[in-house]
């Protein structure tokens, strides 16, 4: 069959909803931004208001007839080597969730990365789903996780061969990556499913030079987030299904338990425009990124006091199997203050936002929307030698706001807390990926 990625059917549909003139008595109740208030439009425009409908029974019929958002998923998931691709407005949370429900269900056994989001536990709690912890591969130089290793899960595997499938992360925040056709082996000789929490990989099917794509790996599912390294708007995320492991009917029914009965066109829209510029430009898009990516790294590393982290600190027996260079992150232990002050003092006095932040790193995440411009705000332009730049003070670094389970009203840390169990893990930025493990009894 013939796709042609220059059609993109959800723009198209909202092209001919304006129109046809299309009036609504349904909701959203602002009816095509003439009841928003005024204060309210001159700040978001009218463009939001007016791509604000109803995704049946306004963008498509009552019974969907036309097939808007299937021909988008269905062109989406030709774009990146999927058989199956399914939208979402709720961010990857929801279908990481959804996920993890078609592979298993309450009482059941599923291995786990133990560096995974606070999603995965969420939905841990909430299907009743028994987890089987793989550890992370931790490197005690850096103090840092990488993804666990095939022989990671292989063990998990021999000890709980009851375990219905596998679910790891990959890339990390940081860019270090599993090798995912390793462990997809590992499941696959075991009849089970991997799951590939790969939020952070938006972008890697459309570059040779960038890790390998969850789909072509091997894996059976794969959820992305279209907003993290991509164009689309926040809480835009897809996940996507290969093999006969787990029915495409299952996924969408779990999907479907969880989901939103009133999902936003605007970000659909957001998604299927992704899924045509990538499929058309992506690999000069990407190139381009990389190219700028690799200036900012040479730019950085030749400032006092910063390391850029790069495959050879992340990469290697023990560490990750494979790295992506876009998030560039930055080792400022030289400078003798922690990532979350010079964080701080970066939106502070320079109006940039950091995204990564840990005890001794920051990041900047470059993509395709950077050019020379924004990257000339950078982190190697706030020079350190400046009479503004944070004063030399080794941080404690310690996390606060941590509440324990035995005391939940109370914050760690407390005299009386040490090898109390925490309720969640201490989390600073990007929100949900854990700064450290809580501990197991």
């Known amino acids: 069959m013939t796709v042609d990625h220059s059609r993109a059917p959800v723009l198209e549909a909202l092209v001919e909803y304006r129109r046809r003139g299309r009036l609504g008595f349904t909701p959203p109740g602002h009816k095509q931004a003439r ?189 992305t987030s279209i907003h993290k390294m991509g164009s689309g708007l926040e809480q835009g995320s897809v996940f996507h299904l290969r093999g006969d492991l787990v029915p495409p009917e299952l996924l969408k029914m779990r999907a479907d338990l969880l989901g939103s009965t009133s999902p936003s066109v605007l970000i659909y829209a957001g998604l299927d425009g992704w899924r045509r510029q990538m499929a058309l430009h992506g690999q000069e898009l990407m190139g381009a990124a990389l190219d700028l990516a690799a200036e900012v790294r040479a730019a950085v590393e030749e400032i006092d006091g ?39 003092w970066l939106r502070d006095q320079r109006a940039v936002d950091a995204h990564l932040v840990d005890h001794r790193r920051i990041g900047a995440q470059i993509t395709h929307g950077d050019d020379r411009q924004t990257t000339g705000r950078r982190p190697a332009n706030c020079s350190p030698r400046s009479r503004t730049w944070p004063a030399r003070r080794r941080d404690s670094g310690r996390v606060r706001g941590w509440t324990c389970r035995r005391r939940p009203s109370c914050a760690w840390p407390r005299p009386r807390c040490p090898g109390t169990p925490s309720s969640a893990p201490p989390r600073t930025c990007p929100p949900g990926m854990p700064q450290a493990a809580s501990p197991r009894r």
Do not use: N
Not at 188 to 213: I, K, M, N, Q, Y
Not at 326 to 334: A, E, F, M, N, S
């Open 35 to 223: 009841g928003a208030d005024p204060a309210v439009r001159k700040v978001l425009g009218d463009a939001v208001f007016l791509g604000d409908v109803l995704a049946s029974g306004g963008l498509d019929d009552r019974l969907t007839r036309g097939r808007v958002l299937v021909r988008a998923e269905e062109l989406m998931a030709d774009a990146v080597h999927a058989e199956h691709t399914f939208f979402t407005t709720c961010g990857s949370s929801l279908s990481v969730k959804a996920a993890m429900l078609a592979v298993a269900g309450p009482h059941e056994k599923l291995l786990v990365g133990r560096d995974a989001h606070k999603s995965v536990v969420a939905g841990l709690i909430l299907s009743g789903i028994e987890p089987v912890w793989v550890e992370p591969r931790w490197d005690a130089q850096r103090h840092l996780a990488h993804p666990p290793s095939a022989d990671g899960f292989e063990a998990a595997f021999d000890s709980h061969p009851d375990a219905k499938g596998a679910l790891v992360t990959s890339p990390t925040p940081y860019g270090s990556c599993a090798e995912l056709q390793a462990i997809a082996e590992v499941c696959h000789r075991r009849s089970v499913p991997l799951v590939v929490d790969e939020a952070w990989g938006a972008h890697l099917p459309f570059h040779p030079d960038l890790p390998t794509w969850a789909m072509d790996a091997g894996a059976d599912i794969c959820v």
């Open 306 to 344: 910063m390391h850029v982290h790069g495959r050879e600190d992340f990469c290697g027996p023990g560490l990750a199997d494979d790295f992506d260079p876009l998030p560039v992150i930055i080792d400022i232990g030289g400078l003798g203050i922690t990532g979350f002050r010079a964080a701080d």
